[in-house]
């Protein structure tokens, strides 16, 4: 068979729609961006999305665009500050410290279920924020006795349902 043009450009198609749909997978895998905010006289502060829907395996990078605060994200768990467990057991705990503007932060979660975690310098101020991993457990965190004690009102509040991170994907800070 003698290669003409023509069948060296349909090949080289070929081989590009296939690496097409390739890099269009790894994009979809890339990770989930939560945006840390913040008002330019610091009365609000919030992340953005405040709920979202990922993958097991998925990555969540969290990024400071607030240029007048410094941020955390950290799950609420016993090993941070002996806060109430209100992430799957067995699961890794997460503290990114406090990140200047423009400074991220990722974890990957392999377990599903519900995680929460919070701002520590802003948690009173209801800077907190929920993932739903895959289908959640039906016998989480969430009906153990003490998960919701001892946080801020206000922080309890900011809770998205995961009903609604369920059936939206994520939820905006409105």
């Not at 002996?82 to 377990?111: C, H, I, Y």
């Amino acid at each position: 068979m003698i290669l003409t043009r023509r069948r060296f450009l349909a090949a080289g198609g070929g081989c590009a729609a296939i690496l097409g749909l390739h890099l269009a997978g790894a994009r979809a895998d890339a990770p989930v961006e939560i945006v840390m905010q913040g008002r330019a006289d610091g009365s609000h502060v919030w992340f953005d999305p405040v709920g979202i829907l990922v993958k097991p395996g998925q990555t969540i990078r969290w990024i400071n665009r607030d240029p007048g605060n410094s941020h955390s994200t950290t799950a609420y768990s016993p090993e941070n500050f002996d806060r109430p467990l209100r992430m799957p057991k067995g699961s890794r705990a997460w503290n990114s410290d406090l990140l200047l503007p423009g400074q991220t932060f990722s974890v990957t979660f392999t377990e599903k279920g519900v995680y929460d975690y919070y701002c520590i310098p802003h948690e009173h101020a209801g800077m907190v924020g929920r993932i739903v991993v895959g289908e959640p457990e039906p016998h989480g965190w969430m009906e153990l006795a003490g998960a919701n004690g001892e946080l801020p009102g206000k922080a309890l509040q900011a809770f998205p349902s995961v009903e609604d991170i369920m059936r939206k994907g994520a939820v905006r800070r409105a």
